[in-house]
């Protein structure tokens, strides 16, 4: 027999976020690896999409996502962002922003295509890309400012380059990207006529009083963006798989029919009680999501501090990259399983980030817990 598994196969193995979350589970530790986001569901969600589960919304959506949700969707971007976009024709509602970014990737990139991306990076961007025999190429951002200037981003770019990601605030480094950085990423993408594919699936986890930019809305950004984003951080349901797409409807279609052919549409109820969390919630919702993460970080950073663990405080999404150079092991991921042995506390290991050796003396953590969930993470690694 000649079977075996494809190409592509061992480019995509189980990825380092989920691998920590299964050896916490082995020791029936606290999981601030993987960003699940333990808390409270919204009730104008939860109830909505059981309503619409009673009522027989439980059949297939258009290839694009419901009405009800597409119509959400365009409305809060304009709240929250001002840009005008069209529900029909300018969302694709699809299964995470993961399923958003791999449906745009499959839809307007080709195999022998490079696409720039900051590190440290969020890695399902890196293997899904390179699922598909594309290239990242990597503009490395140094702690703890994370700045970049227009020649960081000249030196990545060749003949190939079709596209450059911007996440934002971003995962795991927790950067907001100014109006000043977003205007250089900006005359980039001109000048060498690439997409901007954007991650803004933290958006609404923002802090200091910072301001979250959306990268399209910058001018001359609105052909060439596809922004991504999603509902599973800000209403607490990653496991109900909702994230979308926004973009010229030339693109928009593209995307779509990529993403019925991998998912067929996400589910169809789970996006009702979407939709009405997105229109009947107020601005009142997102500040205190935001206000009561910014004092989570402030919590755990002081503890990582005490700790001799020095965070990078991060700007906005939620989670701490810290130093864990001091901790016994030769590689991040030694470290880490050191730290869940010791503490019961479980992070991913910062070489989950990094293509080189940084990442090996770094680690990130999650502080999106409930509060007595955090205290007691806290407690334990301060017995360290
Ligand atoms: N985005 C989350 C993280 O970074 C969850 C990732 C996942 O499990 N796919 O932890």
Known sequence: MSLKVSKRRPLVAQ?????MSIECAKVKGI??????????VPDEVLKGAEAAMEKGTNIYTRFDGRWELRKAIAGKQKRYTGMDVNPEGQVVVSAGATGAFYSACLALLDEGDEVIV???YYGYHIVTMASLGIKPVYVTLEPPSWEFVAEDLEKAVTSKTRAIIVNTPSNPAGKVFTREELALVADFADAHDLFVFTDEIYEHFV???????????LPGMS?????????????????WRLGYAICDPEWALAIGHFSDLVYVCAPAPLQIGAARGL????PEYYQDVSDDHEKKRDLFCNTLREIGLTPHVPEGAYYTLADVSSLPGNTAKERALHLLEKTGVACVPGSAFYQGEVGEGLAR????????ILEDAMARLRKL
């Open 15 to 19: 990825s380092e976020i989920r691998n």
């Open 31 to 40: 999981n601030l690896a993987q960003g699940v986001c333990d808390l409270p």
């Open 118 to 120: 900051f590190e440290p």
């Open 207 to 217: 802090f200091d009083g910072r301001e979250h930019i959306s990268p399209a809305t």
């Open 223 to 239: 052909r060439r963006t596809i922004t991504i984003s999603g509902l599973s951080k800000v209403f607490a349901i990653t496991g």
């Open 279 to 282: 229109d009947e919630l107020g």
């Open 365 to 372: 953590f999650c502080f999106a817990k409930e509060m007595p």
